[in-house]
């Protein structure tokens, strides 16, 4: 029999966990050939989603959590659940019940028709506001033109992996993760699921413009180096409007006795120039902080308490202890 892992991030999720539970065990009920069970990483939740995972685990056995010192984020809670599941198929999903667990049966036919990987996708992207969805596609456009994987419009991270797959998302080990393009950069046959966009079930997104512009420029920066090699195209096509420039002002002193006053065009020029070396020095900078925080290798996340009692989880899955197993496994 194989097991059937789920890893679910969760940051702030009181209010949802309850009803993703519920909807995990239907789902799980569906599935009578596999050994299921649930990994919850509280991400340095606030409010009480540390107690009601804790106390879930307590009752079910099926049910695991890792907790963290403070929130590190999402994708250093997918990857300690990664890092720390044993499960022969892994599914990542969030607690909000955005991603339709109805959904895994589908993936798990996928798996048997060949795949190594399900990925869901989002056909539309309803209670979404219009320029977060413009944004998205556009950082999805550049992401594909100037990188070598190619992202599909609309991939989430809600997939389910074999064993083989999850081995190689964790042989890549960068500290500032994105996994996004991760699960893309490794390769293996995926298939795409579809779906459509449904609001979470309580509480809200944790994602402002901010965290998302940061979230697109550490996707860029781990995947490419076209920026770089951008600055140094942008250094010689200024380098060379400036010797054309030059070319003109020489030309039209030869030609004209009138005396040359050029405040305005200086200004303007190095304002443009100071304005574009800034940037590029901005670019280079994106890449060295990268360089800095890999340097330092801290951990990507720090484990308060979990429910785990070894850090070999393949025994405690081998002794058949954290199953799911049946409707009433209280
Ligand atoms: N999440 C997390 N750490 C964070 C932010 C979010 O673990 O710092 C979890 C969150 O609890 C949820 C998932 O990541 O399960 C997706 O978050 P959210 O719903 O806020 O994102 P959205 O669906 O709006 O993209
Ligand atoms: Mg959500």
Same mark, same amino acid.
């Given at each position: 029999?194989?097991?059937?892992?789920?890893?679910?991030?969760?940051?702030?999720?009181?209010?949802?966990?309850?009803?993703?539970?519920?909807?995990?065990?239907?789902?799980?009920?569906? *599935?009578?050939?596999?050994?299921?069970?649930?990994?919850? !990483?509280?991400?340095?939740?606030?409010?009480?989603? #540390?107690?009601?995972?804790?106390?879930?685990?307590?009752?079910?056995?099926?049910?695991?959590?890792?907790?963290?010192?403070?929130?590190? $984020?999402?994708?250093?809670?997918?990857?300690? /659940?990664?890092?720390?599941?044993?499960?022969?198929?892994?599914?990542?999903?969030?607690?909000?019940?955005?991603?339709?667990?109805?959904? +895994?049966?589908?993936?798990?036919?996928?798996?048997?028709?060949? #795949?190594?990987?399900?990925?869901?996708?989002?056909?539309?992207? @309803?209670?979404?506001?219009?320029?977060?969805?413009?944004? &998205?596609?556009?950082?999805?456009?550049?992401?594909?033109?100037?990188?070598?994987?190619?992202?599909?419009?609309?991939?989430?991270?809600?997939?389910?992996?074999?064993?083989?797959?999850?081995?190689? !998302?964790?042989? *890549?080990?960068?500290?500032?993760?994105?996994?996004?393009?991760?699960?893309?950069?490794? $390769?293996?046959?995926?298939?795409?699921?579809?779906?459509?966009?449904?609001?979470?079930?309580?509480?809200?997104? @944790?994602?402002?413009?901010?965290?998302?512009?940061?979230?697109?420029? &550490?996707?860029?920066?781990?995947?490419? !180096?076209?920026?770089?090699?951008?600055?140094?195209?942008? /250094?010689?096509?200024?380098?060379?409007?400036?010797?054309?420039?030059?070319? #003109?002002?020489?030309?039209?002193?030869?030609? &004209?006795?009138?005396?040359?006053? $050029?405040?305005? &065009?200086? +200004?303007?020029?190095?304002?443009?120039?100071? /304005?574009?070396?800034?940037?590029? *020095? /901005?670019?280079?900078?994106?890449? *060295?902080?990268?360089?800095?925080?890999?340097?330092?290798?801290?951990?990507?996340?720090?484990?308060?308490?979990?429910?785990?009692?070894?850090?070999?989880? @393949?025994?405690?899955?081998?002794?058949?202890?954290?199953?799911?197993?049946?409707?009433?496994?209280?």
């Amino acid at each position: 029999m194989k097991n059937l892992e789920v890893i679910v991030p969760c940051y702030n999720e009181e209010e949802s966990i309850a009803f993703f539970e519920r909807q995990m065990e239907e789902i799980f009920a569906l *599935l009578p050939e596999y050994r299921c069970s649930i990994l919850y !990483v509280n991400d340095g939740s606030k409010d009480g989603t #540390y107690q009601i995972i804790k106390n879930s685990s307590a009752k079910k056995q099926y049910v695991n959590y890792i907790s963290f010192a403070r929130n590190f $984020g999402k994708e250093a809670a997918m990857f300690a /659940g990664l890092f720390h599941s044993a499960g022969d198929f892994v599914v990542v999903m969030d607690a909000d019940l955005q991603h339709p667990p109805e959904l +895994i049966p589908q993936m798990l036919d996928g798996i048997k028709e060949g #795949y190594d990987c399900c990925m869901a996708r989002r056909i539309n992207r @309803k209670g979404e506001n219009i320029i977060r969805q413009k944004l &998205s596609k556009t950082f999805y456009r550049i992401m594909n033109l100037i990188t070598s994987i190619d992202l599909v419009q609309g991939s989430t991270d809600y997939c389910l992996m074999t064993r083989q797959m999850v081995d190689a !998302v964790l042989s *890549l080990h960068e500290r500032e993760r994105f996994t996004k393009g991760i699960f893309q950069w490794v $390769g293996f046959q995926k298939k795409y699921i579809e779906y459509e966009n449904t609001e979470r079930i309580a509480g809200e997104s @944790k994602w402002s413009f901010r965290s998302l512009f940061r979230y697109a420029i &550490s996707g860029i920066t781990a995947f490419s !180096v076209t920026p770089l090699h951008l600055a140094s195209a942008i /250094g010689i096509v200024v380098m060379l409007a400036a010797f054309i420039y030059a070319l #003109y002002i020489f030309g039209s002193a030869l030609s &004209s006795n009138a005396a040359r006053t $050029g405040f305005a &065009s200086i +200004i303007i020029i190095l304002l443009f120039l100071g /304005g574009m070396i800034i940037f590029l *020095l /901005g670019v280079i900078g994106e890449y *060295l902080s990268k360089i800095y925080i890999e340097v330092k290798q801290r951990p990507a996340y720090i484990i308060r308490d979990t429910s785990l009692k070894t850090t070999e989880r @393949k025994k405690q899955y081998e002794e058949n202890i954290d199953h799911y197993s049946g409707q009433g496994d209280q």
